[in-house]
């Protein structure tokens, strides 16, 4: 498959907000963000978004297929950290190595901007544990009942990589 691994930038922010919300429609167990409210948030916030985080896509035909985000911390005692969020993949692109590709290419641009980069994945995602594991994440916490969706309690497990 002819498929390019890029940041994104303010132009892509019609198509980022139409896999973002259906990543946020299809899988709200895997994300903090809530579906409802950033589907009523304009293209602008989007853009914005775009603007100040690093967000990587992999683009087939003009298509976006799946996307990871960065974003260093703010701060000065918290800059030296960064964290990889928004980790899709279209179900037709699964299972292809474009989710691995997408976290290489954050660590890639990671590396040079923080000396650790820390995410949070719902435990009971062992697909997403597997593939952080095997690009050298660790885990180093629990956040027990981190979500909370529709009555149902989530666990969070944080995971660091030290350096990216
Ligand atoms: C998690 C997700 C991003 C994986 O995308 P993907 O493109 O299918 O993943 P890849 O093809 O790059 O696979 C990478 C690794 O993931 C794991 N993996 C992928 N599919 C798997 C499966 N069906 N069963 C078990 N492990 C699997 C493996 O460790 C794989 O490593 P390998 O290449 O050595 O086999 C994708 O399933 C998804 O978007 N899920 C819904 C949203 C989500 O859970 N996001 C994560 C939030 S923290």
């Not at 809530?34 to 100040?52: N, Q, W």
């Not at 896509?57 to 703010?74: P, Q």
């Not at 989710?99 to 435990?123: G, N, S, Y």
């Not at 594991?133 to 989530?154: H, M, N, W």
């Amino acid at each position: 498959m002819d498929l390019v691994i890029r940041p994104l930038n303010a132009d892509d922010a019609e198509m980022y907000r139409s896999i973002r919300l259906e990543a946020l429609r299809a899988h709200p167990e895997a994300f903090g963000a809530s579906f409802d409210a950033e589907a009523a948030r304009p293209v602008a916030f989007f853009a914005e978004r775009l603007t100040a985080s690093a967000v990587f896509a992999g683009v087939h035909n003009g298509t976006l297929l799946g996307t990871a985000g960065f974003r260093a911390e703010s701060g000065p005692k918290q800059a030296h950290k960064g964290l990889l969020w928004g980790m899709y993949v279209r179900p037709i692109a699964r299972g292809s190595g474009l989710a691995r590709r997408l976290v290489e290419a954050v660590l890639d641009h990671a590396r040079e901007r923080v000396e650790l980069i820390q995410l949070r994945v719902v435990a009971d995602n062992a697909v997403a544990r597997a593939l952080y594991a095997s690009l050298g994440f660790e885990p180093y916490g629990i956040e027990a009942r981190s979500l909370k969706i529709e009555g149902r309690y989530l666990d969070e497990v944080l995971m660091v990589k030290m350096p990216p």
